[in-house]
């Protein structure tokens, strides 16, 4: 079975200092991974998405996301946190290649102090 | 712009009664996807269509049902069957042919309630 893991439920940043969200995920297949963000009362907005051509991902907003095939994770990562960047964020595998569906991680929240 | 409009973006239910929540896109996607989404849960699929008039149940089906006689629209019927329907609801749909890393687009959620 296809599964991906959040292994942190809140994150708590003071503006300006690094972020760093965690994925795990399991696929028996080279996966499709993708990190969306979701604001308050809102849909979930795409960051970024893994392609085979490069392992570094640059998304919106001066997030990344690296993909390590060696450790199964695929973790967030933004040199400096902005207030604006206070929200939920889901981490989604697509388990089959070419198969519409995905599975969607249960969501970090990001907390930024200022 | 492109988009998915879902409307309404609150919706009170009343107990015995059938709601129904709408979805359009205007992106030209073949798919189309409605998921529940609970606090701490993520988001799971209740039902997905791949083309027009066919669609597959997902994850968490019971209670729910769906049409799609149009490309561009994919309602969702919550049913009173559905004993706990209170949540947020959010459809999306996506690019069906092509390389498989299409993403998901998401239109804005309604929030669902019990009266």
């Known amino acids: 079975a296809q599964s991906v893991t959040q292994l942190d439920s809140h994150v708590s940043v003071s503006e300006g200092t690094p972020v760093l969200l965690r994925c795990n995920y399991s696929s028996s297949y080279s996966p499709s991974l993708f990190w969306y963000v979701q604001h308050p009362n809102k849909g979930l907005q795409l960051l970024l998405k893994y392609t085979s051509a490069a392992t570094l991902v640059k998304g919106i907003n001066g997030f990344e996301a690296e993909f390590k095939k060696s450790e199964t994770s695929f973790h967030l990562t933004k040199p400096s946190a902005h207030m604006s960047d206070a929200a939920e964020y889901f981490c989604v595998v697509r388990p089959v290649p070419g198969y519409s569906t995905l599975t969607f991680g249960k969501g970090t929240m990001l907390l930024v102090s200022p | 712009d492109g988009g998915i409009t879902q409307s309404p973006k609150y919706l009170f239910r009343k107990e015995g009664q059938n709601v129904t929540l709408s979805c359009e896109q205007n992106l030209n996607h073949d798919a189309m996807y409605w998921y529940r989404q609970d606090p701490g849960q993520g988001l799971r699929l209740i039902y997905y269509?791949?083309?027009?008039?066919?669609?597959q149940k997902g994850d968490i089906a019971e209670g729910y049902s769906v049409s799609r006689e149009k490309k561009e629209s994919f309602p969702l019927t919550v049913t009173s069957a559905q004993k706990n329907p209170t949540a947020f609801y959010l459809c999306a749909s996506s690019i069906e042919k092509g390389e498989g890393n299409q993403p998901q687009h998401f239109g804005d959620g309604t929030r669902l309630s019990i009266l």
């Open positions: 269509s791949q083309i027009v008039n066919d669609f």
